[in-house]
Each structure stands twice: as C-alpha cells, then as structure tokens.
C-alpha cells in the first residue's frame, strides 16, 4: 500500500477526517498548529466547518454544541488550552454528548515551554473538570498510530456517547513518518438519530443538558454513567515488547514508550531480560495485563515524562502483588534512550 | 539487525537542513524502510543552529531522538562544533569544507568526510544546492539509500513554486557524489 509522509498531527487531523469529523473548532497554541491548518485547508472544500473561535473555551463548547447535533467534530490544544477546555468536558460528560478532544501536551504547570512532556496525564485520566466522570484516553507511539487512534477516539466517542482524548506530545506532534491511510468511515446517519437535537418537528422535543434538580434523577444519572464506563473497560488496549522472559517490565506510554523500546533492545543485547508494556489506552487502563504479569513474578519500573504520575494507576492494578519503582525524566529535556539505561539496570540489580 | 542508520544533520537556519532531512527520510519510505524524522523548532530555528534528526530501519524505529548518532551532516562550523563530539566511536562525519576548517573534524575517532558544498553549488550556479550537494554527498559515503531514490523524492519534498528547480536540485545531488572525499588523517 502506498505510504505519505506526514507530521503527527497532519495524521491526526487526516484521522479526524478519514473517520467522518465534518467539525473543527479551535485555538492556537504551539505545537499542535499543523492540525488547524490542515483543517482549515481541507474542510471547507468537502462541506464541513473549520472555526478558528476567540477563546479555547469557545471552541470546546462549540464541540458540545456540533455533539449535540449529533456531528462528529473535534477540538485540540496543547496543556495550557486544554485547561481551558475542562468545565465543558465535564458538562460534555454530564451530557452525554460524543466528542474528540486532541491534547498535543507541552512542558508545564503554567505556561512550562512547548517541548515535550507527560505533565497532563493525571488531568487527562483522572477528569481535569468537576463531577464523577470519565473520558475515554488514547495516547499514540508513532505517527501512524496517531492517524488511527485518532479514527478510533470518534469511534468510541459515538459508541459510548462520551468525550474522548486522544494525548500526544510535543514529539508525537512534531515528528514525521510514513503512514499508510484507511478507507475514510462514512458514519451511519441514524447513529446519533435517537438523541441529538435537529428540530423535533411533529415528535415529542427533545433536551439536552446536565442540569438533573428532580429527586433521585442525579444519582440515576451518575449510576447510569458508571455502566457506561464499566462497559468501556472493554476498550482496553497496550502493547508488549518482549515481556515474555522478562525479569523487568518497563511501562511507559506515549513517545517514551517508544524510546524506552530502543534502550530495552540495546540491555537485551548486553543480556539484561527487561520487557515493556505500553498502554495504549490510559482510561480505561490495561491493569489486568499488569495483573496477569505480576502473577508470574516480574518486577516493575514505570518511566514517565514527568515525576510520577501513570506509576500510581501502575500501582493499584499491581495491588502489593508487585511492587512497581519509578524513573521521572523532568520536562524541558528532550528525552533519548540513553537517559534510561541507567535507571533500568538500576532497578534490575535491585534484588528484594 | 541488517539496515539501520541515525544522523542528525545541522546548519544554521536557512541552509536548508530541515529540506535534506525530509528528502532523506522520504527516499527511505520510497525505498520500503522505516523511517523517523524529527526537527528541533523553537529559538533554536532563529540564529544559531537548527538541527533534525532521521532514523532509518529495515525494522520498527524505536527513539525518534538520538542522543549519540551514527552519523552527522554538519553544514557549518557551529554545528560541527557541538555534534562531532557526540557521534559514536568509528561514526561517519560529513561536513562542509566550503565553511568549516577540516584542522576540527575529529579524524581518528569517526570516519570524516569533507564535501566542499557551497563551491560546488556556486559553480551550478545557485549556492542555494549547498545542502543538497552535502545529502548527495552523504547518501553516496554511507549507501543507506540509491542517489535515484532521493532525486525521485525531491517532488514530493520541495514546494510546488519551486519546481523549475528540480532539475538543478537533482544535479546538485549527482554532484555532491563526485565531489566528496575521505579526510586522510587529522589536519589533513
């Protein structure tokens, strides 16, 4: 199949396109521009809208409104804009409402810099707004897996009439591979047919909204998205990298998945039996792929961009079966699979 | 492992380092490998150098970004400067003899080649092939691609506005080629 070169986000917004995103609001921040101008070249010419609005916050309440009519669109930021963006996730959530949000993170808290990071996770996976809510979280390792992740955060986001985030970094953004494009989804019209709002003519009418002030409906609301959320755990994905003979299994998502891969082949070459596990998608977390390695005694280092963050989910899946150190590579350096030589060998030789 | 190289390719802004980079990463997907490229943007793109990094493999590229290269394309002296000392032992060095002194090329350690880039260009008369003359020279000291995978690439990497220039981007490539040569020893 033939190959195009293209930045990561070109593939996410070639992603967002080829799985049916007909809207497109946002903001600019560095460095995720590429996906607004793209965006901005390609939608008009096939009968979409491109906004480029006046705020962050105008946006994504912009993607609650195309959601509620039941229009497959997306927002993106990097860290600080998707901050911005959180009181309307929440509502989004509250509301039931399919949406896809792309955070191409960057060095923080504040204004940080715009290298790379894995700052946002806990805003990301935890819900940066208020209320019991979950969004569904995808991180890409490569540029093609951004262009399918990206197809499969719509996907879900209808299937399960949630937000979903597809989280990048300034590395996952900026760098450019070959990516091989699928077939572009034509969405069913009827898949939002039952809810979305498009003028109830002679049928009963129809709201949207997260506002529940009668007795009781409240907590059916939040019990109702916890089946849902319970249902997503079906939706767990990761990768694993030579786990099978490992004494140590590295987790490490995203960009510093990738590059952990590269130190990983160079130990096996100097005979140290180390693995990874990459989770693919962070909510809903592969706990029980942990799980099922903990079970058979491997030993556990978490190495993240940022000073520990996805190493608590990594822990409450290893639930003191195993315990699980952590390597955090600070923000503002770039990092290389050198950085993580030491820290792995460290924790290999560190025998209970 | 049967096919696999890294380099980081530095100049100052404006030489075009970001273009050979591309045109290298794109001749690779053209030829079936895998291939990573990444650019440092930023401050660094205004003044000083600007840099990019390509990783080609005839399996999945792990890191994007390589802290100790195979190789180094060095356009000019600042680059140079700071990325020879991070080449591995026995790495390959190309650079620039038109603006750097061949006395620095770290000669011994790494495997140094110079390629007059800036007078060859001059002489196809647009000094603006310098970088291109600097890849043609690399692609033919390290085999990693065919030179006609690269010339075959560069419509897809250069700009629409600037295809008349093909032709003269594709002899500037042929000409870095037969321009390069093997630095003897150090200070030769």
């Known amino acids: 199949m033939s190959r195009i070169f293209v930045k990561g986000n070109e593939a996410i917004a070639r992603g967002a396109l080829d799985a049916g995103c007909r809207c497109y609001f946002g903001y600019p921040i560095t460095p995720q521009n590429e996906i607004p101008e793209y965006m901005s070249r390609v939608l008009?010419?096939?009968?979409?809208?491109?906004?480029?609005a006046e705020s962050e916050i105008a946006a994504v309440n912009m993607l609650l409104g195309a959601g509620a009519c039941g229009v497959r669109a997306m927002t993106s930021s990097s860290s600080p804009g998707i901050s911005l963006k959180q009181e309307a996730i929440s509502y989004m959530a509250g509301s039931d409402l399919p949406?896809?949000?792309?955070?191409?993170?960057?060095?923080?808290?504040?204004?940080?810099?715009?290298?790379?990071?894995?700052?946002?996770?806990?805003?990301?996976?935890?819900?940066?707004?208020?209320?019991?809510?979950?969004?569904?979280?995808?991180a890409p390792a490569s540029v093609q897996e951004a262009y399918d992740l990206t197809m499969l955060a719509?996907?879900?986001?209808?299937?399960?009439?949630?937000?979903?985030?597809?989280?990048?970094?300034?590395?996952?953004?900026?760098?450019?591979?070959?990516?091989?494009?699928?077939?572009?989804?034509?969405?069913?019209?009827?898949?939002?047919?039952?809810?979305?709002?498009?003028?109830?003519?002679?049928?009963?009418?129809?709201?949207?909204?997260?506002?529940?002030?009668?007795?009781?409906?409240?907590?059916?609301?939040?019990?109702?998205?916890?089946?849902?959320?319970?249902?997503?755990?079906?939706?767990?994905?990761?990768?694993?990298?030579?786990?099978?003979?490992?004494?140590?299994?590295?987790?490490?998502?995203?960009?510093?998945?990738?590059?952990?891969?590269?130190?990983?082949?160079?130990?096996?070459?100097?005979?140290?039996?180390?693995?990874?596990?990459?989770?693919?998608?962070?909510?809903?977390?592969?706990?029980?792929?942990?799980?099922?390695?903990?079970?058979?005694?491997?030993?556990?280092?978490?190495?993240?961009?940022?000073?520990?963050?996805?190493?608590?989910?990594?822990?409450?899946?290893?639930?003191?079966?195993?315990?699980?150190?952590?390597?955090?590579?600070?923000?503002?350096?770039?990092?290389?699979?050198?950085?993580?030589?030491?820290?792995?060998?460290?924790?290999?030789?560190?025998?209970? | 492992m049967?096919?696999?190289?890294?380099?980081?390719?530095?100049?100052?802004?404006?030489?075009?380092?970001?273009?050979?980079?591309?045109?290298?990463?794109?001749?690779?997907?053209?030829?079936?490998?895998?291939?990573?490229?990444?650019?440092?943007?930023?401050?660094?793109?205004?003044?000083?150098?600007?840099?990019?990094?390509?990783?080609?493999?005839?399996?999945?590229v792990g890191s994007p970004i390589i802290k100790r290269p195979l190789s180094l394309m060095a356009m000019n002296r600042p680059s140079l400067e700071k990325f020879q000392p991070r080449v591995k032992d026995k790495g390959l060095v190309v650079f620039n003899s038109s603006l750097v002194d061949a006395r620095l090329a770290d000669n011994g350690r790494v495997e140094v080649y110079k390629v007059p880039a800036n007078d060859i260009a001059a002489d196809l008369g647009n000094i603006r092939m310098a970088n291109m003359v600097a890849l043609g020279a690399y692609v033919r000291v390290t085999g990693i691609v065919e030179l006609k995978a690269v010339q075959h690439s560069l419509e897809k990497v250069i700009p629409q506005r600037y295809h008349h220039l093909l032709p003269l981007n594709s002899r500037a490539l042929e000409a870095g080629t037969e321009g390069v040569s093997r630095c003897q020893k150090t200070g030769v």
């Open chain 1, 154 to 352: 719509f996907e879900l986001a209808f299937a399960y009439r949630n937000p979903v985030m597809v989280l990048g970094d300034a590395i996952i953004g900026q760098m450019m591979e070959p990516i091989s494009q699928r077939e572009p989804v034509h969405p069913d019209p009827d898949e939002s047919g039952s809810w979305r709002l498009e003028g109830s003519g002679e049928r009963k009418p129809r709201v949207i909204k997260s506002l529940r002030l009668a007795e009781g409906s409240l907590g059916d609301h939040n019990l109702h998205l916890q089946e849902k959320y319970e249902k997503a755990r079906r939706e767990c994905r990761h990768e694993e990298f030579l786990t099978q003979d490992a004494e140590l299994v590295v987790v490490a998502f995203g960009s510093i998945g990738r590059i952990v891969k590269s130190t990983i082949r160079r130990l096996r070459q100097e005979g140290y039996r180390v693995g990874l596990l990459r989770p693919v998608s962070l909510y809903p977390f592969p706990s029980s792929a942990l799980q099922e390695l903990a079970g058979q005694g491997r030993r556990f280092l978490t190495i993240e961009h940022n000073l520990g963050q996805m190493v608590e989910d990594v822990r409450l899946a290893l639930c003191g079966q195993a315990r699980c150190g952590v390597y955090g590579h600070l923000p503002g350096n770039l990092p290389t699979p050198d950085d993580f030589e030491e820290p792995i060998v460290k924790a290999m030789k560190e025998r209970k």
């Open chain 1, 99 to 138: 949406g896809v949000i792309v955070n191409i993170s960057r060095g923080g808290p504040g204004l940080g810099d715009i290298g790379p990071s894995q700052g946002d996770y806990f805003q990301a996976v935890k819900g940066g707004g208020h209320g019991d809510y979950r969004q569904l979280v995808l």
């Open chain 2, 2 to 60: 049967s096919v696999y190289q890294d380099v980081i390719i530095a100049g100052f802004g404006g030489q075009g380092v970001m273009i050979m980079g591309s045109l290298l990463a794109v001749a690779a997907m053209e030829s079936d490998l895998q291939v990573t490229y990444i650019p440092v943007y930023g401050p660094e793109m205004r003044g000083g150098t600007a840099n990019c990094t390509v990783v080609i493999s005839d399996e999945e």
């Open chain 1, 44 to 52: 008009p010419g096939i009968g979409g809208q491109f906004v480029q």
